[in-house]
């Protein structure tokens, strides 16, 4: 039998870093993962990039997110032993139209994170564009380095549990959750990414999950040292091979990557890229994403003990780290209360 303060439900990369600062403060917890259902984190590129294209605007709270990214990001590098953050720089490929703009916001707030606009600028392999403007502050999160290097600590203190949890075995009595005869716990903080639309507390907390594809190809690009970002993404990935991603495609039944959705990423690529190419993986998953597309924290409107930590998005490498930490504050302190626009109860209590 198992008796635990908390009980962590989903081992992606929001339980990962969540169960990392509980480790942190030494916490009495413990993680349940399945064994078989997917992550969306082994599938993302692990992207952050601090611009939003269409607008040309600083993403949402990137001051807040990208100092808590950072920061947690590297010790938990130190914790686990490898490096799972790389800053790199993007370049994005720029027509007459978005040329004029990006020249145009240099010195407005999303100039911060603008670099060198370059008009005559040709990569070999890359088709002409008008510009390329290289993007500051980005690069890529190795999730899944992330991830096993968290589950490896987790088995070894063995505070893992590798089993699917059946919602309907769960009992909550004396003021504990009590799972079939074998786990006890005062509190559970849900972390299952897309599969909470089965659960039946928080399956109506505003969730509305997209699947994603993305491939891996081989070409004879030469070797890159930026993401290139045009309608695709190409993220260098070893010698001669990329990541190309990613697609959003809604009303979807399963994550699994589909042979007819491919062209939503080769016709991209092809007007991206000029020369021939071999695709070598195709994976997918479902995006764990709200309407309001903000996280969902904190406790269940019946039972404060239930909690959830959920909803990154598209954004879980940068959004994971600053929920984790409001977590932390919302568990370690009484008087603290989650932010209402992040605060799950915004769904719940309408
Ligand atoms: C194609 C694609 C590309 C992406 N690219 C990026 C990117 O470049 N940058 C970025 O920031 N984000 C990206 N994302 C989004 C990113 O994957 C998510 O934001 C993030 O990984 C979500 O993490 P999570 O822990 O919430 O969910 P998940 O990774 O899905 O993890 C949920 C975990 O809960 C477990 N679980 C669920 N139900 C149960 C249960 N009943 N019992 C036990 N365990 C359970 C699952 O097994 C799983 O381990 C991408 C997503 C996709 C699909």
């Known amino acids: 039998m198992i008796n635990t303060k908390y009980l962590l439900i989903g081992q992606g990369l929001a339980g990962s870093v969540l169960a ?8 009495d917890f413990h993680v ?33 997110l990208w100092p808590e990214m950072h920061k947690t990001y ?5 914790t686990i032993g490898k490096r799972i953050l790389h800053p790199m720089k ?20 999303p100039g911060k994170y603008i670099g060198k606009i370059l008009p005559q600028m040709q990569i070999s392999g890359i088709k002409p564009f008008s510009a390329v403007g290289f993007i500051l502050e980005s690069g890529y999160v190795d999730i899944p380095q992330l991830i096993d290097g968290i589950s490896k600590i987790l088995h070894q203190k063995k505070l893992m549990i590798i089993e699917d949890l059946d919602y309907s075995s769960m009992e909550y009595q004396n003021e504990r959750f009590e799972i079939g005869n074998q786990i006890s716990a005062k509190n559970i903080i849900f972390c299952e990414g897309a599969a909470v639309i089965k659960n039946p507390w928080f399956k109506n907390a505003g969730f509305h999950p997209n699947k994603g594809e993305i491939i891996k190809i081989e070409t004879e690009l030469n070797d890159i040292e930026y993401i290139i970002r045009d309608k695709v993404f190409l993220l260098p990935s070893g010698k001669k091979r990329f990541k190309v991603g990613a697609s959003y495609l809604h009303n979807q039944t399963n994550g699994l990557p589909e042979k007819k959705n491919l062209p939503l990423l080769t016709t991209k690529l092809e007007q991206l890229i000029s020369i021939p190419y071999t695709i070598t993986d195709h ?21 404060k003990n239930m909690m959830i930590m959920n909803g990154m998005g598209s954004k879980g490498v940068v959004y994971a780290p600053y929920c984790a930490k409001i977590m932390m504050d919302y568990l370690t302190d009484e008087n603290y209360t989650i932010p209402q626009f992040m605060n799950v109860q915004r769904y719940l209590t309408k």
């Open 90 to 109: 993007s370049v994005k490929m720029l027509n007459d139209e978005e040329l004029s703009d990006w020249q145009s916001k240099q010195q407005s707030p």
């Open 20 to 27: 990392w600062q509980m480790l942190e403060h030494q916490m």
């Open 32 to 64: 349940m993962d399945s064994p078989s259902l997917p992550k969306s984190s082994m599938v993302a590129a692990g992207l952050y990039n601090p611009l939003m294209f269409n607008s040309l605007r600083v993403a949402r709270m990137t001051d807040k």
């Open 74 to 78: 590297s010790a938990i590098e130190k």
């Open 283 to 303: 994976k997918a998953g479902m995006r764990p994403a709200v309407k309001d597309r903000i996280p969902v924290l904190g406790s269940h409107t019946k039972n």
